[in-house]
């Protein structure tokens, strides 16, 4: 049996040890991130494209249509 400082310092680590843990994971999964393949930078353009066009009317195309 522990007593309350020593329980406490446990506690403590426990927590620390969570949390190293949790940043590793994260770093991890950043630095694992993969570029877009040519088909998706393909895809990427044709919606960026598309959005500009749709986005190059102004706010008055939203008043025509009937939603």
């Known amino acids: 049996v522990l007593d309350d400082s020593k329980r406490l310092a446990k506690r403590k680590l426990i927590e ?3 949390e190293k843990r949790r940043r590793e994971e994260l770093q ?3 630095g694992h991130k993969p570029e877009p ?4 930078w393909e895809l990427i353009k ?16 939203k008043q025509k249509g009937k939603f």
């Open 16 to 18: 620390e040890n969570r």
């Open 28 to 30: 991890k999964s950043i």
């Open 37 to 40: 393949t040519d088909e998706e």
């Open 46 to 61: 044709t919606v960026t494209e598309a959005h500009v066009a749709t986005n190059a009317q102004g706010s008055h195309w």
